[in-house]
């Protein structure tokens, strides 16, 4: 399969608790890049990773990744409404960008 | 960065038709990438578009299904040919600058 798996699939906290998404691939990457899909509406891109980083930070974001187990995981702190979407890990190897199979992720008032 | 200018945004399409897309970019790029998001799923990797070459097709994807065409650094086509319902689905176009990934917001396909 071309994809990554992302868990869980989907996640449903509480307005102002935090939410981790996991990645894992499986081939060698250049870097690993996470994205957000708001419902019907295209991916905007939330923060990059090169293989040499463990760890980044954007905000209320923060990405680590470890190429010696092949995942990645994203943490967004104090969760707001808006921050309801789908979220997608990709990979970018061989000069192709490939995806993992997303989170959906719920905040609740 | 880069502006991808995708159209048409949605179309309703009868079953043993064919539909196709285009990809604008405001600069010019290598290799534009062509993806399907079904339902529900997340993006798969369609097809890789060079200028001047054949598209490079991933598993289970075919040229007589989804013929791409690439005339210059800035444009291309993906056509959906002898549409079937099983084809419903979003698909988008992408460049990659700089290590970074950009989307047209991509053609929302529903055949019927």
């Known amino acids: 399969s071309q994809q990554g798996e992302e868990d869980p699939q989907a996640l449903s906290i509480q307005e102002g608790e935090n939410a981790t998404m996991n990645c894992s691939y499986k081939t060698s990457i250049n870097n690993l890049q996470w994205y957000r899909q708001n419902s019907g509406r295209g991916l905007v891109h939330l923060i990059l990773?090169?293989?040499?980083?463990r760890e980044k930070h954007s905000g209320r974001l923060r990405v680590t990744l470890d190429t010696s187990k092949k995942s990645s995981s994203l943490l967004i702190t104090a969760s707001r409404a808006a921050d309801t979407a789908s979220y997608f890990c990709?990979?970018?190897?061989?000069?192709?960008?490939?995806f993992g199979q997303g989170t959906r992720l719920t905040i609740n008032p | 960065s880069a502006v991808i200018s995708q159209k048409p945004s949605r179309d309703i399409c009868q079953r043993g038709t064919s539909l196709t897309i285009q990809c604008q970019v405001d600069s010019q790029v290598t290799m534009m990438f062509w993806y399907r998001q079904q339902p529900g799923q997340s993006l798969t990797l369609i097809a890789t578009a060079n200028q001047g070459s054949e598209a490079t097709y991933e598993s289970g994807f075919v040229i007589d299904k989804f013929p791409i065409s690439r005339p210059n650094l800035t444009f291309s086509t993906l056509t959906v040919s002898n549409m079937s319902p099983e084809d419903s689905s979003i698909y988008l176009c992408?460049?990659?600058?700089?290590?970074?990934?950009?989307f047209g917001q991509g053609t929302r396909l529903t055949v019927v």
């Open positions: 990773i090169r293989s040499n980083e």
């Open positions: 992408s460049v990659i600058v700089y290590t970074e990934a950009f």
């Open positions: 990709s990979f970018q190897g061989a000069q192709k960008l490939v």
